[in-house]
């Protein structure tokens, strides 16, 4: 004798609370999983103030590829790049990135010039644990741009632990 199965069907209320509640759920997760971001450092604050010369940057307009987690902060890769034409009267002066919470906060800068090409570099970095790292764009005409990315490491590099 064959059994018979209930179907049973998901109603579309139930279907869209449960949404949104997975929704809110990711959210406060995420951000949870962030809550161990090393403040920033004195000499990241120096650096940054030196860098911005008294300018505020606009937030935006720097792509950053750098992942959102690593195991080992001894290899983080990373890519950066700012949209121009690079011609003579608008071009990527320099890209600066900075760390908040390595014993160095000024990790590199690449400089750039109209005969680049793009405005595009990719390379990697240490990280001594979870923090965020933020690129500095300088400009041609004087605008600064600030892109902002936390990266969550398991095990430090820099000789320190994450």
Do not use: W
Not at 52 to 60: C, Q
Not at 109 to 116: A, E, I
Request: net charge neutral; with cysteine.
């Amino acid at each position: 004798m064959m059994q018979r199965r209930k179907i049973t069907t998901l109603a579309r209320r139930d279907f869209i609370l449960g949404a949104a509640a997975s929704a809110v759920a990711s959210t406060v997760l995420g951000k949870v999983a962030f809550a161990d971001v090393a403040p920033h450092s004195a000499e990241f604050e120096a650096v940054l103030a030196k860098l911005l010369a008294g300018a505020t940057p606009s937030e935006g307009g720097i792509e950053m590829d750098l992942p959102e987690t690593v195991e080992n902060g001894d290899y983080v890769p990373l890519a950066l790049g700012v949209d121009s034409p690079m011609t003579q009267d608008n071009y990527v002066k320099a890209i600066h990135l900075l760390s908040t919470a390595n014993p160095r906060a000024d990790v590199a800068t690449f400089r750039f010039s109209t005969l680049s090409g793009k405005a595009r570099v990719t390379s990697r970095m240490r990280l001594a644990k979870t923090q965020e790292v933020i690129a500095i764009a300088e400009l041609s005409n004087g605008t600064m741009l600030m892109g902002t990315r936390t990266v969550d490491v398991k095990v430090g590099g820099c000789g320190i632990g994450g």
